[in-house]
């Protein structure tokens, strides 16, 4: 984590450079354009665009939710504070990095505690709900990202997007990968629920 999502990191690729750069964006306004072009390539009518719209937001918001009530309970700090506070953790193995910082072409670190993972959370919620109402996982589909115009990711499953979302993370250096571990399994968790229990047909 210190050496990959370091803003001036030299192990860190261009490609994965540009990924966690690309996951910046608006994350549920994301899988809101996988949701929609999904729904389209397998042209649902207007009653099942809506109601898979509806878990996706249902999933995610309550992801969300999870995960933010968790996280201000654990508390527990991002890496660019335990970077710079190296010599004061009580670990003989680690050493303070006053100047280290993220990769400063990505967005602002999110002001609150990092564990577990919301962005995990959410997204995993997401493509949980679009894999159980489809029937499967492998789905072709692209995603655009507000943050880099013009620039597209092609997927052939829905796991795949939520994986690189978290790994996007990793890679700008706002979260550790135990934080996305965390709310990778809160996500599938609350996916899974919604998609039981909400928006059911009437018997």
Known sequence: ????????????????????????????????????????????????????????????????????ESSFYYNFWRPITAIHEGNNDGNDNTESDAGWNTVLAAKFIPPLPPYPSGYAGAGRSGAEILKMFFGTDNIPFTVESYKLPGVERDYSSFSQLASDMQLGMIYIGHNFQHDNIAGDKIGKEVGEFVFNNNLRELK
Do not use: H
């Open 1 to 68: 984590m210190k050496m990959i999502g370091s803003n001036s990191s030299t192990v860190r690729t261009p490609e994965q450079t540009e990924m966690g750069i690309f996951f910046t964006g608006n994350m549920p306004s994301m899988l809101n354009e996988a949701t929609r072009y999904v729904a389209a390539s397998k042209e649902l009518d207007g009653w099942e665009t809506a109601r898979l719209i509806a878990l996706v937001q249902m999933s995610e918001a309550d992801a969300l939710i999870c995960t933010f």
